[in-house]
């Protein structure tokens, strides 16, 4: 177990000349490949950044979203306050994406739970999690991970009334 091809730093060396000895032979090369599938919503740059005289590399840059997410102020905003961290805030939510919006609707509300003693309803939009905007993210799972470490407190806003129509997926109970 000694000689330099068995220490680590020597092997991540030689790595990283394997990684930089990787080129583009023809500069024609092309990168359609990297394209994203939602070509609707997002416009994926690439280009071409050289690095010496000698080589060239291709370069990913980051998406660019296409459109804006039309958010809503809410009716209600209320302080939502739970006993203990073990107790649920009796919610069951369910989400949809539409025009870059984000909608959250309540589907259940538990009897005598922290949800239902501020007055929260079946067919509640949810618009507003500790003064982030549900409506404006992208991921509903970025939404739930706000609900998810309200700890004791939430400061929720939502819009009264029903919310009908297709497209609805359940995103469970908290």
Known sequence: MRGPDKNYAVQV??????????????????VDCLKSSRTEQFLCKHSIQPRSNATLQAKVVR?????KAQTREAD??????????????GLTLSYRITNFSLELVVTKVAKFSPADKVGLQEGNTITKVNDWKIEA?????????????????????WLNGSQEGEGWVELGSI
Do not use: Y
Request: glycine content about 8%.
């Open 137 to 157: 993210m992208e991921h509903p799972q970025a939404a739930l991970s706000i609900l998810l470490s309200g700890g004791f407190m939430l400061s929720l806003g």
């Open 13 to 30: 060396k030689l790595k990283l000349k394997q990684a930089l000895l990787q080129k583009l032979e023809d500069v024609s090369e092309s």
């Open 76 to 89: 209600v905003v209320k302080e939502v306050k739970r006993g203990s961290m073990k107790e649920k805030w």
């Open 63 to 67: 998406m660019v979203v296409q459109g």
